[in-house]
């Protein structure tokens, strides 16, 4: 078992820049797909970004140029650094990971935090 703990989100003004954190513990021995994803009120859950075993990663298009995913293997840390942030970016943002699944459909990670929330106002 994988367990995934949020931190970092907060409020921001549009331009501003956050970091988020992903703690994770448990069996992290084993290599896993690392992903964020975000929903906001009213919408689906999607992917964000994904950053695999051996570093290769992922974005959506909306996120592109403006968000960074990181992890620190030593201290089992997923990081997100955003920055240039929009409104658009408000939203419950999760980190999640799975052993077999290293994509953007959120419904097949199998572990999952419990959420930070970022908001962005213009």
């Known amino acids: 078992q994988v367990q995934l703990v949020e931190s970092g989100g907060g409020a921001v003004q549009a331009g501003g820049s956050l970091r988020l954190s992903c703690a994770a513990s448990?069996?992290?021995?084993?290599?896993?797909?690392m992903g964020w994803f975000r929903q906001a009120p009213g919408k689906e859950r999607e992917g964000v970004a994904t950053?695999?075993?051996?570093?290769?990663?992922t974005y959506a298009d909306s996120v592109k140029g403006r968000f960074t995913i990181s992890q620190d293997n030593a201290k089992n840390t997923l990081y997100l650094q955003m920055n240039s942030l929009k409104p658009e970016d408000t939203g419950v943002y999760y980190c999640?990971?799975?052993?077999?699944?290293?994509?953007?459909?959120?419904?097949?990670?199998?572990?999952w935090g419990q959420g930070t929330q970022v908001t962005v106002s213009s």
């Open positions: 999640a990971a799975d052993h077999l699944y290293c994509g953007n459909r959120w419904r097949y990670f199998g572990y």
């Open positions: 950053i695999n075993s051996i570093g290769s990663t």
């Open positions: 448990g069996y992290t021995a084993r290599r896993y797909c």
